[in-house]
């Protein structure tokens, strides 16, 4: 399991935009949609963390996100009281109550986990895109992964890895 970020996060709502920032720095996938699968689950489950978790301004929320093969796990955790997940019945009319509903929709799985934080995690395919060719110093050709981003730089506290490429089977 390679750690590829693990950040703590301000307990406000910008930490929403900071940890959808943080993810710029995976690779990209070969599905778009899988990009914006991820973004969406991380949003809401940062986002109950600012709205639900009773959080004090030195508490802080945390995102890791680690690979295994084809699969990324995502662990949002605050120091918050912590919940029993269920399937309550949600009105058509009610603004909120769905994010649970839309990470278990999207994601293979998903659970949470209390020990001393309350560690909300789920699991998702990240097929990264193909490597494409890339013309070399005088006109040489070769495989190797594009760059798929210009460097935005690196949000404080965020670990990128690995660097070391892997072939997946």
């Known amino acids: 399991e390679d750690v590829l970020i693990d950040l ?78 269920g399937p309550g019945p949600v009105s058509t009319t009610a603004p909120g109550g769905r994010g649970l509903r839309i990470v278990g929709r999207i994601s293979h799985r998903w659970g949470v986990r209390i020990d001393g934080r309350t560690r909300v995690w789920f699991e998702m395919d990240w097929a990264p895109a193909p490597a494409r060719a890339i013309r070399g110093p005088r006109g040489a050709a070769g495989l190797r992964a594009a760059p798929a981003r210009r460097d935005r730089g690196q949000a404080k506290g965020v670990v990128i890895g690995p660097s070391r490429s892997r072939s997946r089977s």
């Open 8 to 85: 703590m996060l301000p307990p406000r709502l910008e930490a929403v935009r900071e940890a959808r920032r943080a993810l710029g720095a995976l690779p990209p996938p070969a599905e778009r949609s899988a990009a914006l699968d991820l973004e969406l689950c991380v949003s809401e489950l940062v986002t109950n963390c600012v709205r639900h978790a009773r959080l004090g301004e030195s508490d802080a929320i945390g995102l890791r996100v680690t690979a295994a093969g084809p699969r990324l796990r995502v662990e949002v955790s605050d120091p918050g009281p912590g919940f029993a997940p």
